[in-house]
């Protein structure tokens, strides 16, 4: 009878197991497997090999520069759904989320978390690779292959980059959401995803796009493709969760300013991608105003 009870207990802590992965996942996963063109940028991490990258947050910060100087305020018509879920992911990032990740960057050292950083990097290079040959990036996409050959051999599994080091081919992260802009889709509405964080439309679709064709999807471990996507979402997103309750301090309107932030990094991919040269609002009345000079001649 004991042996029974054992062995029903042990069933029933397992389903637990099971249910807390799960939800761990869903919080989680997307984060890791490119939740947005942007938000890759907000969370770029130190790799190895590479000159580590500050994102917006760690930039407004530490220049100590107004949140909004360029743009005027986007359209945000979906702001009385926004605001209530910004300020549920803000609690969660101040009193959990960010904690973690403070409590994670003092246990890992570095040289572990570049390599962890790396081998997440090498599994997500075939997405890479896909979204350079339908933006009729041909070179990059053999590139993007490459890596992951050299990566994946040389590399020990991509635990390290010998495919920058030794032959100097750098990562060249691209998204769905990158495909769709190529090909002239707009970014649509400002939307703010329960615990994912600022968003649009068109990277909404690139969340989906790079959660059903990420490759972990294809291994025969469900259970080890749900642990090893976990560790990829909370290890992606440490350095901006670990900096977050820092870069909002004394901001006046918190949701205003991730949100002013998150946009105008969309409006300068956009101008990089049609290799525009970003100016001011000033810069472009100057352009647009026409300068009254005197005709010698009349004088």
């Known amino acids: 009878m004991r042996t029974i009870k054992n062995k ?34 907000l969370a770029e991490e130190n790799v190895a090999h590479e000159q580590p990258v500050l994102g917006p947050y760690e930039i407004a910060a530490e220049q100590n520069i107004p949140s909004v100087v360029s743009y005027q305020a986007p359209e945000d018509s979906l702001r009385f759904i926004n605001e209530p879920i910004f300020k549920f992911n803000d609690m969660i990032y101040r009193y959990l989320l960010s904690p973690l990740a403070n ?3 003092e246990v890992v050292p570095e040289p572990v978390d570049n390599s962890i950083g790396n081998f997440f990097y090498n599994l997500r290079e075939p997405l890479y690779a896909v979204n350079h040959l339908l933006q009729g990036e041909f070179s990059a996409s053999g590139k993007s292959i490459t890596r992951v050959l050299i990566n994946t051999t040389v590399g020990l599994l991509g635990l390290f980059d010998p495919a920058n080091s030794m032959m ?24 703010v995803l329960p615990l994912l964080g600022p968003s649009d439309l068109r990277d909404t679709a690139s969340l989906t796009f790079n959660y059903f064709a990420h ?58 991608r049609r290799n525009e040269v970003f100016k001011t609002e000033k810069q472009k009345q100057a352009i647009t105003t026409p300068v009254n000079t005197i005709d010698p001649a009349v004088e």
Do not use: W
Not at 28 to 35: A, H, K, R
Not at 170 to 190: M, S
Not at 217 to 225: M, Y
């Open 168 to 191: 100097e081919l750098e990562r060249n992260k691209t998204t769905f959401g990158d495909t769709l802009a190529n090909y002239g889709v707009g970014h649509g509405a400002y939307i």
């Open 103 to 105: 409590g994670y960057q």
């Open 215 to 272: 490759p972990l999807n294809f291994i025969n471990d469900d259970q080890a493709a749900t642990q090893l996507l976990l560790v990829d979402g909370i290890q992606a997103q440490v350095p901006i969760l670990a900096q977050y309750p820092r870069v909002l301090t004394d901001v006046e309107n918190p949701y205003e300013f991730v949100r002013n932030l998150y946009m105008q990094n969309v409006e300068r991919d956009g101008q990089a």
């Open 8 to 41: 029903v207990s042990l069933h029933i802590m397992n389903s637990h197991k099971s249910s807390l992965r799960c939800a761990l996942l869903i919080m989680f996963l997307t984060l890791g497997v490119g939740c947005s063109s942007s938000n890759d940028k």
